[in-house]
């Protein structure tokens, strides 16, 4: 592969880890396993590792998780909280027993084994004995602070049990995993069933999901559990020399311990004990999706040490993926908000890692030829990483009755002309900007608590609202009247009234909410997050150029190219400006303390090329500069344009500090 393809692969092998980080760590919500995450991050490391010039200090591989969510409060942990490496089978398990035996030039180590609980990581401190605060692992160096929540969990003891040389301690920091068992899981799920309320996929996400409540008595209702299996640091005690014995004096001080953890003496009994627990794991109250095996000795591991992204001395070993045997009844194409066709497999109700599944992706239509699935078929289904439900093959025998599936000849929504992307090999995508199914999935997606945050426009009123005709695209929402409202099934006079205040506080959200409802291909969150705090407004953001937009980092050619085409489609301009009419916010608030033109004085002079005059002006104001018309011994800085008059002239005799174009907006945007 020569460097330019490599580049571009690793552009992009980077953008897909850090947005399924996020969706993992931070949403809850992953959309591939473990194991298609593993093979990314592996493949952009020996990519990075043959074109070393490439790598980026920002690259994923020298991350552990996702920064902590933007405005929340955060906690840095005293030391790194590292994620493990993932072995998949034995023969992997022993390939890495053959690294720690050279490490430690053949010296016999023993092993710790401990069950992997598929839980939410956090970090405990104790300052002389007591809970003074709790952490997310977050990006490995900082955290959310979740520590009201944590208090809420009556495992976690908030003062520590005093024992000879460990407590009190001056300061020790625990790690552990926060979970919920399959008991209370069922238990709260049906409560949110009975109240009509949306399920949690699993435990976990009901898990992240309640560290992040803001009243904590919910969380406190919840019934949370946690297992303490490590420690970050230990000041004014006497350290500990295994983990070993960590664990026993762990549990001596209050902390919960799990109690199947083991010492292994060989690494036969290492192997034993995750055989052991593959079998057993049908039998255990909570999720549990592998096994972590450690070095014991604390002075070997630090002989063996760290990589940027996880210790060398301690490795997870991940169960095999759920099964299941079932029938397709049938095969149904979804309509998503960006066209995007996507084929769902509906099957005969089957169990499967206690959870019922009805439905499976099939992510493409290049894939259900591969699988060759028909209706009729008997397929085994499994849930990859305990969450996403797929077909893994088909089973054969029998007489076929069913058809080849073909991808359809039109939209299935709208009848609509479908293209295959040139861009997206596998992707087929309905054109017609009026698809109905579209724009549901896209007032859905507008309304939802990561875009506009519009409570009480869910499915339901999004489709009673398009089939009266009430929303032809996404600002006509802002253009509802409470008399059409009640005129719906789900719509008393109360509940239109609220739902009009909600939409009528969305219109206060900052730029970078709107820019992520608007659903553009390719800008996620994050990117929407990095642009509108880039450019503050949407005139600066909609008048940059392309190759302004690659040069940013975390954007890039794809999104840059998404972008553009977006905003220079004619059905864009007139959503705008029905958005700007109607009163929806277009600025991005400036970062707590950035204000870094403050009290600064800008005079400009001749004609700007990339800005209008005003937009110019927003930039310097939106960092708490000012602008003044004369030019003075007090001017700070006189930005020139092209063609520049007496202002230019006398900023030069006076000594006043003269900006070019390219100049003021590598000052603006620094």
Not at 253 to 262: A, D, E
Not at 381 to 390: L, M, S, T, W
């Amino acid at each position: 592969m020569d460097k330019v393809k490599a580049e571009k692969e690793i552009k992009k092998l980077s953008r897909d880890i850090e947005e399924h980080n996020r969706r993992y760590y931070d949403l809850a919500h992953p959309t591939v396993t473990d194991k298609e995450y593993d093979d990314l991050l592996k493949r952009l490391i020996a990519l990075e590792e043959e074109f070393p010039d490439l790598k980026d200090l920002h690259s994923p591989s020298q991350r552990v998780g996702i920064q902590a969510p933007a405005g929340g409060p955060t906690v840095k942990h005293h030391t790194k909280m590292y994620s493990l490496d993932n072995t998949y089978a034995v023969d992997e398990l022993k390939e890495w027993h053959a690294r720690i035996l050279k490490g430690l030039s053949g010296q016999k180590p023993e092993y710790v084994v401990e069950l992997k609980i598929d839980g939410v990581s956090a970090a405990l401190t104790y300052q002389d004995g007591n809970l003074i605060s709790g952490a997310t692992r977050g990006d490995g160096i900082t955290g959310e602070d979740v520590t009201p929540a944590l208090k809420t969990i009556r495992a976690i003891p908030l003062k520590l049990i005093k024992i000879p040389d460990v407590i009190p301690a001056k300061l020790l920091e625990v790690r552990g995993e926060v979970y919920m068992t399959h008991q209370d899981f069922e238990r709260l799920n049906q409560d949110r069933r009975d109240k009509g309320d949306v399920l949690f996929a699993n435990p976990r996400n009901f898990t992240s999901g309640s560290l992040k409540l803001l009243d904590t008595r919910m969380t406190a209702r919840r019934n949370l559990q946690c297992f303490i299996h490590s420690f970050g640091v230990l000041e004014g005690g006497e350290a500990f020399k295994t983990q070993w014995e960590f664990l026993q004096k762990a549990r001596v001080l209050g902390f919960p311990v799990n109690p199947f953890s083991r010492l292994c003496g060989s690494f036969d009994e290492v192997v034993a004990y995750c055989q052991e627990f593959q079998e057993k794991r049908a039998t255990i109250p909570y999720d549990v999706d592998g096994v972590v095996v450690k070095v014991n000795a604390l002075d070997q591991q630090t002989r063996l040490g760290a990589t940027l992204k996880s210790p060398r001395w301690a490795v997870a070993y991940k169960f095999p993926a759920k099964q299941a045997r079932t029938k397709v009844i049938a095969i149904e194409v979804q309509v998503g908000r960006t066209g995007v066709l996507t084929p769902v497999a509906k099957l005969e109700p089957v169990e499967c890692a206690g959870v019922t599944i009805s439905s499976a992706t099939l992510h493409n239509f290049d894939i259900v030829g591969q699988l060759g699935v028909r209706v009729g078929d008997t397929v085994i289904v499994e849930r990859a990483g305990d969450v996403i439900p797929k077909i893994t093959r088909v089973e054969g025998g029998g007489e076929r009755k069913g058809k080849s599936f073909s991808v359809p000849k039109a939209c299935p929504a709208c009848q609509g002309e479908i293209v295959k992307e040139k861009t997206e090999q596998v992707a087929y995508r309905c054109v017609n900007p009026l698809c109905p199914k579209q724009l549901e999935r896209s007032l859905m997606h507008f309304a939802s608590r990561g875009a506009m945050d519009i409570e009480g426009l869910g499915e339901s009123a999004v489709r009673q609202l398009l089939d009266k005709g009430y929303v032809r695209d996404l600002a006509d929402i802002y253009y509802l009247k409470k008399e059409d409202l009640c005129r719906l099934e789900l719509f008393k006079a109360k509940k239109a009234g609220n739902l009009l205040s909600a939409i009528e506080k969305s219109k206060t959200q900052p730029l970078s909410r709107l820019l992520f409802g608007l659903g553009i291909s390719n800008i996620g969150e994050k990117a929407a997050f990095t642009l509108a705090r880039r450019f503050g407004t949407m005139p600066l953001l909609r008048s940059a150029p392309a190759e302004e937009l690659e040069a940013i980092h975390e954007i890039g050619p794809v999104m840059a190219a998404a972008f553009v085409r977006f905003f220079q489609q004619a059905s864009t301009h007139r959503l705008m400006e029905k958005l700007m009419a109607a009163g929806v916010g277009m600025k991005e608030p400036a970062a707590e303390g950035d204000q870094k033109l403050k009290g600064k004085k800008f005079v400009f002079t001749g004609e700007l090329k990339s800005w209008t005059r005003q937009q110019a002006g927003e930039a310097v104001k939106r960092f708490g500069g000012e602008i003044v018309s004369t030019v003075s011994r007090s001017t700070d800085y006189v930005v020139a344009g092209e063609g520049p008059g007496s202002k230019y002239t006398k900023a030069l005799s006076l000594g006043v500090t003269i900006l070019h174009e390219a100049q003021f907006q590598e000052m603006v945007h620094a």
